[in-house]
């Protein structure tokens, strides 16, 4: 082999080494456990105008103040890999069939989502505010975007309607919660769980980091998302095409309201529109002005609830056609 040969091999080599290991650190920046409160911090992953510059907004503010004076009670249960998975959980003094489950978006916590429990709260709902796959108080390492938590707020589902075989659940997420909430909503759910709210979610995980890795990180999609969907699932962990709300909601039979508002840049606005049409339940849109991601609710609380109140209104009031059943077949993480 000639000289010039051998150098070229080593330098492809090289590339091709570097390059993986690029990938490597930038799926433990962006999957990580470890980087959740960095990404938090500095507001890494954002479309300019995110919730942490809504601080002070009056609406968020309302809801961790009822959080933080409620101290909703932590609760556990096992998945069917025997490990616990933990939530927050605010009941009613006066017994109720009532239930929300209100799902945090990505670098988030149950607190980043308050405000949506206080507006059940104080609408007679008991309310249960799971914690994602390593986020809070979960321990895995890695966040999977909604692929393995529709499996926890599945045993969520489980865990109420064990206590109150008669509950009427709404799903109520944002931003990742949102779309683990469509993905739930693909599963084999019990007919108590009445409707969906979905705000800001994504279509698949393949679709929203496509759309955000020249955005954020300044790199091609070839071969760098290609890379990190390999790693992933080399890592068994999940496929990021294969996490994809747009195709549970066409297995739906949970009627769902889909919101977004109309500045969202991280997960961008247009993905609304797609998965309303891919729905095949009962469903409607809101489309929120002025609003960037995940503040929808911050930005025009005047728009955003009495949408959401009139939606869970109609839904909320009739008997479950049958008892919860234990699933089937066994279910991951």
Avoid at 178 to 196: Q, R
Avoid at 200 to 222: A, M, N, R
Avoid at 306 to 314: A, R
Avoid at 315 to 331: C, G, L, S, T
């Amino acid at each position: 082999m000639k000289k010039s040969t051998k150098t070229a091999l080593k330098v492809g080599i090289g590339a091709s080494v570097a390059l993986f290991a690029a990938c490597e650190g930038i799926y433990e920046g962006v999957l990580s456990r470890l980087s959740m409160d960095l990404n938090k911090k500095y507001q890494l992953f954002t479309d300019g105008d995110t919730a942490g510059r809504y601080e002070d907004n009056p609406e968020r503010l309302a809801g961790v103040e009822w959080f933080e004076a409620i101290r909703p009670k932590a609760v556990s249960v096992k998945n069917t890999e025997g490990k616990s998975i933990y939530a927050f959980l605010v009941k009613q003094d006066i017994p109720t069939d009532k239930w929300a489950i209100c799902v945090h978006g990505y670098t988030d916590e149950p607190l980043g989502v308050a405000n949506i429990g206080k507006f059940y709260y104080d609408n007679g709902y008991n309310v249960l505010f799971p914690c994602l796959k390593a986020h809070s108080l979960d321990t895995e390492m890695y966040c999977s975007m909604g692929y393995y938590d529709r499996y926890m707020i599945c045993r969520w589902i489980d865990y109420i309607t064990a206590e109150n075989a008669e509950a009427q659940i709404v799903l109520h997420g944002v931003s990742m919660g949102s779309a683990t909430t469509m993905l739930v909503t693909g599963e084999d759910i019990p007919e108590n769980v009445k409707c969906a709210i979905c705000d800001c979610g994504y279509t698949s995980v393949w679709d929203e980091y496509k759309s955000q890795i020249g955005v954020v990180l300044h790199l091609p999609v070839f071969p760098f998302l290609y890379i990190l969907n390999g790693i992933s699932i080399m890592r068994k962990n999940f496929d990021f095409r294969k996490c994809a709300p747009i195709e549970a909601v066409k297995k739906s039979n949970t009627p769902t309201l889909f919101i977004h508002g109309e500045k969202d840049k991280f997960v961008p606005y247009e993905m609304m529109y797609p998965l309303y049409c891919a729905c095949k339940a009962e469903r409607e849109m809101l489309s929120v002005p002025d609003a960037y991601h995940a503040v929808s609710s911050y930005i025009h609380p005047e728009i955003y609830w009495p949408k959401v109140s009139e939606f869970v209104g109609k839904h909320m009031n009739a008997e479950p056609k049958k008892k919860p059943e234990a699933r089937k077949k066994a279910v991951k993480k």
